[in-house]
């Protein structure tokens, strides 16, 4: 059921925002486009666009299930999801139950240190910035949500690790930290948009500790479609 | 007092650490350097680092008057300090009354912006990696400290900007920002260490907003030893 192409609202890094003609509702269209380090390095990964589309449509519908409000209403067609527009909360939640990326590199310690309990960090969605981390505090300073719904981030993002770490653990992989965007419905409540996918997660092999994620475009470690694949492969799988 | 020259225990960007005689105790030494932008930028500030030294012994001398711990003993001669030896927890403690510096520039906002209340960050101290921002909740999972120590640093950090700011609003000056370093005794008690200076605060002039302290050396700003020594005065003058 692919609808009608209009122009864009938005084209991002990784995805191209469409309006619908369902009222409130948006297209969301995953790209083959890949990039990391801020922009500075980007390439194509070939069926990428569909496969996480699937991945995120399949954990929205997870999440929804077990009481977490988000932006997705279905899956439009290979690689379009229709969801509820929200006005995007201009941070990018982080959680962290391992050392990692970002993490590790900036305190320079080792990856796959376990966390002593779920890291929440929060940085501020500003491409020209660099998104840097900021605390909770600055950004209720610098007005970019309200205390209520930091609060409610804060709840939702945990409740979500729990879930998602759940669902992964079931498919042998182990969720070591993702990334998470909440928006605004009309009404004022916060649902989680964006996606969640290989690119918003890092997955490691249970056992084994082999990424399952972007890092292996961002490492250049090869193997990077069949990852993006295996991994919806467990998704679709139990 | 002039104690004999020993063998340096360390040297640092602005002060160099020296034995003392007594027991637990070193001597700190201000020097007349000045460095920015993490080490970048470099030069000397003539006679900063005595009137660094006795801004600092005047402040630490006020704060111990009003029942906050200190690492300091008494000044020994124009450039030195004697203080209690301590470990130093590696954060800078980071109190923000307004937006200015990094904050302003990290997160793309104007400087003098009014923080709806003083705003607590923490940057782990380390060089190679540029200090950079941190969790209170990864600088315990880092275990760069513990859960109690923190919980006295915060509370320390906001007595202490209170009482800061009292003292130069009473000088016709405006404290804007500020670090401070904390330290563990032998016996594991925390204390106010390493220095409380126009180089580690920024004060404004009341009314014109003007810069007093190392602002004007990392902007070019001209008359940086009047306002180093003028700030002097004024701590001397009430
Ligand atoms: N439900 C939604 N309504 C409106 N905007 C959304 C929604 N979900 C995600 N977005 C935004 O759409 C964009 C998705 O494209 P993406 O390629 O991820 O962009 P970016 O390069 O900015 O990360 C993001 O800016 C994201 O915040
Ligand atoms: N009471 C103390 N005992 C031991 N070390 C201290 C004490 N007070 C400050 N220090 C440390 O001594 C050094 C002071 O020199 P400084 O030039 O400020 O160094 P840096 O370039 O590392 O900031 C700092 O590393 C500071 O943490
Ligand atoms: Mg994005
Ligand atoms: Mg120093």
Redesign the interface.
């Known amino acids: 059921m692919e609808e009608i192409r209009m122009e864009k609202l938005y084209e991002g890094k990784a995805k191209i925002i469409y309006p619908s003609s369902e009222a409130g509702m948006v297209r969301v269209y995953f790209k083959d486009d890949a990039t990391a380090f801020n922009g500075q390095k980007r390439a194509q990964i070939a069926g990428k666009g569909s496969v996480n589309n699937q991945i995120a449509s399949a954990l929205f519908g997870y999440l929804e299930g077990h009481g977490i409000p988000t932006h997705f209403v279905r899956q439009l067609s290979e690689r379009e999801m229709l969801v509820r527009q929200v006005e995007i909360v201009p941070l990018e939640v982080i959680v962290r139950n391992r050392t990692a990326g970002t ?1 590790a590199r ?4 080792e990856e796959g240190r376990v ?3 779920p ?3 929060f940085s ?1 969605k ?1 491409d ?2 660099g998104d ?4 909770p ?2 950004a ?3 007005g970019l949500l309200s205390e209520a719904e930091l609060e409610r981030i804060r709840t939702l993002a945990l409740q979500i690790n729990t879930l998602l770490k759940d669902y992964f653990a079931q498919r042998n992989l182990e969720l070591v930290d993702f990334k998470l965007e909440f928006g605004r419905l009309p009404d004022g409540r916060l649902v989680l948009a964006d996606e969640i996918s290989p690119d918003t997660m890092r997955l490691w092999e249970m056992g084994t500790g082999e990424k399952m994620d972007k890092d292996r475009f961002r490492r250049d470690l090869g193997g990077v479609e069949e990852a993006y694949q295996e991994v919806l492969r467990r998704v679709q799988g139990l």
């Open positions: 993490f900036r305190y320079g310690v966390l002593p309990k890291l929440l960090e501020y500003n020209a910035l840097p981390l900021i605390y505090e600055a209720l300073a610098l």
